[in-house]
């Protein structure tokens, strides 16, 4: 749990810290109706969609690799809760992000 309950702080921070801007960004566009305020706003909405899914992502890692693992009960099903997890998130991480920036989608 040493490493486990920072990590989960850490997550914690950045999603009060998401939600507390994305607050802040309506209050402040909620009257702007021009074209460049409606792309701006599809830009950050896609910005918290991204960091909500990575969010949740790694908290998922985090008591699969930390909390689940502990209830393995032979080597395979050790390997799956905490390599293969940790991989697999790692990799949705990259997905996630080319899913919602269109300027890294440009790029490939």
């Known amino acids: 749990y040493g490493d486990f309950i920072p990590n989960s702080i850490n997550v ?16 402040m566009t909620v009257n702007h109706t021009d074209k460049i305020s409606v792309e701006r706003r599809r830009a950050q909405k896609n910005l918290v969609y991204q960091a ?7 908290i998922t890692e985090l008591v699969t690799y930390f909390i689940l693992s502990g209830f393995a009960r032979n080597k395979w099903e050790l390997f799956l809760l905490a390599s293969v997890s940790w991989c697999g998130v790692n990799g949705m991480d990259g997905l996630i992000v080319l899913v919602f920036n269109r300027d890294f989608r440009r790029k490939l």
Not at 12 to 27: E, G, K, N, T
Not at 52 to 58: D, S, T, Y
């Open 12 to 27: 914690a921070i950045v999603a009060i810290l998401d939600i507390s801007s994305i607050a802040r960004l309506h209050c």
């Open 52 to 58: 909500a899914l990575q969010g949740i992502c790694f």
